[in-house]
């Protein structure tokens, strides 16, 4: 996503389900777990706690399978 908006471009993502969206994007064009907030935070302001709760759940699977 090698994109740079001004911050006053930036949309805001607060809704669960664009969050989830926006991730599964991401991942599908190679963008690995640890860089998803850099590149995620390019583009849109992101509300931080849900992210972090998305991100946690999504991981727990992993985690299991370790």
């Known amino acids: 996503m090698e994109r740079y908006v001004e911050d006053y471009q930036k949309r805001r993502l607060t809704e669960r389900v664009d969050i989830l969206t926006a991730i599964d994007i991401l991942k599908s064009q190679g963008y690995d777990h640890d ?23 999504d991981r727990r699977p992993d985690e299991r399978a370790a």
Request: aromatic share 14%; charged share 30%.
């Open 35 to 57: 860089e998803l907030i850099a590149e995620i935070t390019k583009v849109f302001y992101v509300d931080l706690d849900a992210f972090n709760e998305i991100v946690r759940v």
